[in-house]
């Protein structure tokens, strides 16, 4: 499981690190290829394998709901896979960089069964609207039945 909160930059090739932490956990599951997408204002990086999980539910979405037409659309038409190189970088194509509006600094997050790549000001606020907000979200959550 993926978890914490990094801050790297992406290089001129539009690469970035993985968090040592984060190659180790995909080291010992012999993953070398992610896949990454654009939801939620940010770059969403997948295991290849878990990815494969995803398809598999999303392909048997109804037809019939246009809103599971709307984010297959979305979500799966944007998604490239990519390579962690030796040194343990990953680039990240221009595509996603320019929809998700990272440039230079961007924040890490480990979110269980993926990473999510951030720019660094879209983080912050991110943030602030998630600290401004904890006691809704708190309700939300136990709504879920997480706590």
Excluded at 4 to 27: C, H, N, Q, T
Excluded at 41 to 65: G, M, Q, R, S
């Amino acid at each position: 499981m993926f978890r914490g909160r990094f801050e790297y930059s992406i290089d001129d090739k539009g690469r970035v690190k993985i968090p040592p932490r984060f190659k180790e956990i995909l080291k010992s599951r012999d993953i070398n290829t992610l896949v990454m997408t654009i939801f939620d204002d940010c770059i969403y990086v997948y295991p290849h394998d878990v990815w494969e999980k995803l398809e598999e539910k999303a392909v048997n979405l109804p037809l019939t709901n246009k809103a599971a037409r709307r984010f297959k659309r979305m979500f799966f038409s944007s998604a490239q896979d990519v390579n962690i190189d030796r040194q343990g970088r990953v680039l990240v194509p221009a595509v996603l960089r320019d929809d998700a509006a990272v440039e230079k600094d961007v924040v890490i997050l480990g979110n269980l069964d993926h990473i999510e790549i951030w720019s660094k000001e879209k983080w912050e606020e991110e943030f602030n609207a998630l600290r401004s907000s904890e006691e809704e979200l708190a309700s939300q959550i136990e709504e879920l039945g997480i706590f």
